[in-house]
């Protein structure tokens, strides 16, 4: 089945410093990878959608220059979370997405990474 | 914009009960929707899918789903729970031909053998 890694799966820094998150498509190529920050007993937020070699698109309340997302191949998505503060402290998830073709034209399905969780101090 | 409600937040069963998760979308268009686990320290894992067809779908693990539209509703079965079956279960939708997810908040099924 499809993988999705991440890296790392937990990190603690200073506020103030900046953290990359990596997302990885292990054996499949992903036009679309997504990341998802998960607060203590609650849902998944969709932050942001990567598109490989295109700007990402950010969703409402996102800010685009702290959570900086790169989508530099087909296999590889990064967040770096800029200038990081203790209430960004959270569970960060990004999944990833190859097209697959249904009887309602592009179908995707998602296959998620096992999250980083981000303490800052 | 759409919103994925899921009533029930915390479930406790005993073995071999019968299950059924709520959820209720907002969406008056054509989606896809799904039901995904999150096993305790562990990744999300898609139970099932639903994107056209038969509103009644099955999934890994004895899971089962029928999509109502008239009720906007995709809840989730399992005729007898198993203790493995603790986790937290999300349902989720998006709108045919958009990627994105949206999510509900969330059920922690309790399992007591």
């Known amino acids: 089945g499809a993988v999705v890694s991440q890296h790392p799966s937990r990190v603690i820094c200073k506020s103030g410093t900046s953290v990359k998150i990596e997302c990885r498509s292990l054996d499949f190529q992903a036009t679309t990878m997504f990341w998802y920050r998960q607060f203590p007993k609650q849902s998944l937020m969709l932050m942001a959608t990567s598109n490989e070699g295109s700007k990402a698109t950010y969703e409402q309340g996102v800010e685009k220059d702290k959570f900086l997302i790169n989508h530099a191949s087909l296999t590889l998505s990064t967040l770096t979370v800029t200038s990081a503060h203790p209430e960004d402290s959270s569970f960060y998830i990004c999944?990833?997405?190859?097209?697959?073709?249904?009887?309602?034209?592009?179908?995707?399905?998602?296959?998620f990474g096992p999250g980083t969780r981000l303490t800052v101090l | 914009a759409q919103s994925v409600s899921q009533h029930n937040h915390h479930v406790i069963l005993s073995e071999a009960a019968s299950l059924e998760l709520g959820c209720n979308y907002s969406?008056?268009?054509?989606?896809?929707l799904f039901w995904y686990v999150q096993y305790p320290g562990q990744h999300l894992q898609l139970l099932l899918k639903y994107f056209s067809g038969d509103p009644l779908v099955k999934g890994i693990k004895g899971f089962e789903a029928e999509f109502i539209k008239s009720k906007f509703s995709f809840n989730l079965r399992k005729p007898s729970v198993q203790w493995s079956d603790t986790a937290e279960y999300f349902c989720a939708v998006n709108e045919a031909g958009r990627r994105a997810l949206t999510f509900g908040s969330g059920t922690r099924l309790q399992v007591q053998p």
């Open positions: 999944s990833a997405s190859p097209l697959i073709r249904g009887t309602s034209g592009g179908v995707d399905e998602q296959f």
């Open positions: 969406y008056g268009g054509t989606v896809n």
